[in-house]
Structure formats: C-alpha cells, structure tokens
C-alpha cells in the first residue's frame, strides 16, 4: 500500500513558532553569557529565563506597525519580562538572532534529511545485492551496447548517494555556526566570552569572521547539494521511466490496487512518482542558483537574500525529504521483469559481443583495425538483412580463416561478460573500498 505522506517533522521547523522558540532561547542564552561574564546582574538573568515568552498574535500585530520582525518579537518579549527585559539583545544586532536561528533550523532539517537519505541508500544496497545476478543489456546513447546486470545499475546508484551522504554531512556541518558579533562584525558592543557560551549551549560553533551576516556561500553549499541529491535521484527516476516503456518493459515503479492511470484509457500504469520527482529536481537546482545569487551582496550587508531566503531553504528542505520519501518506496518495491531483460539481451541476435569477437581476432594476429572492419562489416550486413550476427559470424569466411567455430562460440558466453561483476561488488561494498565515514 502506498504510504500517506505528511511533512510534520520538516514542516514545523519552519514554523513561526519554532522560529520564535529559537529566537526567544538565543536571547535568553545571551542574558545569561552577559551574567556570567559579569556584564548584568545575576538575578536579571534569572528572572528573564523564567518570565520570558511571547504571544504569535500579538507579535505579529505589532510587527504590522514596526514593520520589523525582530523588534515585534522583542517588543512582545520584553513587556512580558519587565524592567529586566531592557537586558535583552544588548550590542547585538538583529541579524546575529535571525542567522543564528536560521543556521539552527537548516541543521534540524539538514539531519531529516540526512536519516531519510541513509534509508534511500541502505534500500538500493540491498536491491543491489538482490538483483546482483539479474543480466540485463546495458545501453550507451540509448543504443545496445554489453550485457550488465541490473544489480550492477543499482550499484552504481547506491555508490553515488554514498557519496551524496558524505557531501551533506560536510554541508550541514557547515551551515551549522552561528554569530553574536554586532552590527558590522566588529564585536563593538559584544564580549566574545558571551558569543561563545550562546554557540556551545545551542551545539554551534562560532563563526570566527563575519561582516553583519555569516557569509552566504555557507548556504549557497547547503542548497547546492540539495540540488545535487536532488539530481541524484532524478537521474534514478529517469532511468526508470526509460525502463518502464512497453517497448522495453525490463522494470517499473509500483502500480497499487485501485490505481488508475488514465482517464480515458483504462490500460495505461504510468510512471508518475518518477516523473513527479523528475519535475521537482528542477525546483532544486532553480533555487540553488537563487542561493548563489545571494553571496553577493552590497558591503557589510543588505537584505537582499532575505525574502529569496525565505522560499527556498524551507521549500528545498521540504521538497527533497519528500522526493526522499516517495523514491525510498519506489526502489523498495519496484517490479523487476527479468525475461524482458533476457528477452532484450537478445533482441539484436548477438551484436552485444561484437567487441568480443574483435577482441578474439586481434589475439589471432589481426590489426586492431583490420578486425574491426571484418566485425562491423558483418554487424552492418546483420542489421541491414534482419538476419542474426551469431549465425552470420558462423559462415563468415574472413572470421573463420582465423577462428574455429568453437572459439567463435565462447565469444557469446553471456557468463563470461559478467565474470568480474562480484569483484565490483566486493570493491564497492567492503570497508577497504569505501570512503572514510560511509
């Protein structure tokens, strides 16, 4: 059954209020960082912890006024405190709250993401290992080339969401620092014993440089390589799309009971998750470069990236756990025909052995191009005739003046094309062969 998907967990992360929670934790932290270097008294400290708190509506009423987001909640915020709330956001500027939030919420969704990818990965491993031996024609330029196996295509997917692993846990640790350092950067108006308790109580770290912003090729990484996930995956889907054409009809995303494809032509199962996922891969990669525009602003600061910020990090977040979701299950059970495969491995009578078979006849003395030409000009004469390579080759005069008929036959051992494939396996999947940390 194909599951409901809901986006509860990513979802809130963007909410106002967990915005708001952030930002309301970040000024407290900083009261108290203040009172523990000695900067506020202690009982100030104590009192804004336990008074502190805010109201959305009203919140969001007075932000209709100030026109300002942060000095809304702070308004809010302080009015609820008391005499001790004038502590709050001292030296500090509202970008030291807004990017420190945010690079809070980017790690949150970052590590959401992060545990629906390794599931998408350990359900294309073991795919792999399933369909390991499942022999397939393998196709460059969408043309017949050599026999592979299905496995080994899944293989070839799981090894580059391996990496897609590494690339995003580099990302979010990134992402992952957060700044107190005033108006420029300059930390004027800021003890940097204060910075530094507000990071290590929230897990961040301390971004050693930053103008009034923490710079934006920190983010511009973190949506590039959604992006590239992203890519990933559609390039996954796409090829199932490929696969899934009646004319090839080797494997296909599930069709669940009660399903319809059409609805004008009852017959039709169309592959509409991958498509799905292909569109919204356009999505990802459109907002990537919506995130490298924003590295270039004007000096120390303008707020220019701020409403492009706004979409895309929470919608790029929410697009890719979801495609995550949706292709887990696709891969998961996804309908393998095996006798397509077989039945397209010898759809071209043969021609997938071609190198082979010049192979052989190079070992026989031949030049490399002098075999060549014998072998592509009986592949031509098979294609133009209908009539099989394999029979051909049989009887053709120029092979045989150099090849037995018994030899000639071990170039269409199909066994034999697919001998090193368990070697690949053991390269890919042992501890040895693998990057450090997947």
């Known amino acids: 059954m194909i599951p409901r998907y809901s986006l509860p967990e990513i979802a809130n992360i963007w909410s106002d209020e967990y915005r708001y929670d952030l930002w309301l ?14 900067l506020i008294p202690k009982k100030a400290s104590r009192e804004i912890r336990k008074r502190a708190g805010y109201n959305i509506a009203r919140v ?47 790690r949150a969704a970052g590590l959401v993401i992060l545990k629906k990818l390794k599931k998408f990965r350990t359900v294309l491993k073991r795919q792999a290992v399933r369909y390991k031996e499942t022999p397939m024609v393998g196709r460059t330029h969408g043309i017949h080339a050599e026999p592979i196996t299905f496995g080994l295509k899944l293989l070839v997917w799981y090894a580059e969401m391996d990496r897609n692993v590494l690339r995003f846990e580099r990302a979010i640790e990134e992402i992952s620092v957060g700044k107190v350092t005033g108006a420029v950067g300059t930390m004027t108006n800021i003890d940097h014993r204060v910075e530094r308790y507000v990071m290590r109580s929230l897990g961040l770290k301390t971004d050693p440089v ?38 090839v009809g080797e494997a296909e995303e599930p069709f669940t ?33 919506a995130a490298m525009e924003n590295v270039a602003l004007w000096h120390e600061r303008d707020i220019s990236h701020s409403s492009v910020e706004r979409v895309i990090i929470p919608d790029s977040t929410m697009l890719l756990a979801y495609m995550l979701e949706k292709f887990t299950w696709v891969i998961g059970n996804l309908r393998v025909n095996r006798k397509a495969m077989m039945r397209n491995l010898g759809e071209t009578g043969g021609l997938i052995y071609s190198q082979r078979l010049m192979l052989l006849l190079v070992d026989k003395g031949l030049s490399r191009d002098e075999a060549y030409r014998i072998v592509q000009r009986a592949a031509m004469k098979g294609i133009r005739s209908g009539k099989v390579f394999r029979e051909l080759i049989a009887r053709d005069p120029a092979v045989l003046k150099h090849c037995s008929k018994k030899e000639i036959e071990t170039v269409f051992d199909l066994d034999a094309c697919l001998e090193k494939v368990g070697f690949i396996f053991n390269r890919v999947l042992s501890k040895r062969g693998r990057p450090k940390g997947s």
């Open 60 to 106: 969001l009423k007075i932000e209709r006024k100030t026109r300002h987001d942060v000095i809304a909640f702070l308004t809010d915020m302080a009015g609820r405190i008391g005499p001790s709330g004038r502590y709050l956001h001292m030296g500090m500027t509202s970008s030291d709250l807004l990017d420190t939030a945010l690079a809070c919420q980017m």
């Open 257 to 289: 009971r009660g399903q319809k494809g059409s609805s004008a032509m009852p017959h039709k199962r169309n592959p509409i998750v991958c498509e799905r996922i292909a569109g919204m891969a356009r999505i990802l990669r459109a907002n990537s470069l």
């Open 210 to 247: 930053t103008t009034q912003i923490i710079q934006r090729d920190r983010h511009a990484s973190y949506l590039t390589t959604l992006a590239v996930i992203g890519s990933s995956i559609e390039k996954m889907a796409t090829e199932i799309r490929g696969l899934q054409r009646p004319e």
């Open 25 to 38: 934790e970040i000024e407290v932290l900083y009261c108290e960082g203040m009172a523990g270097a000695g």
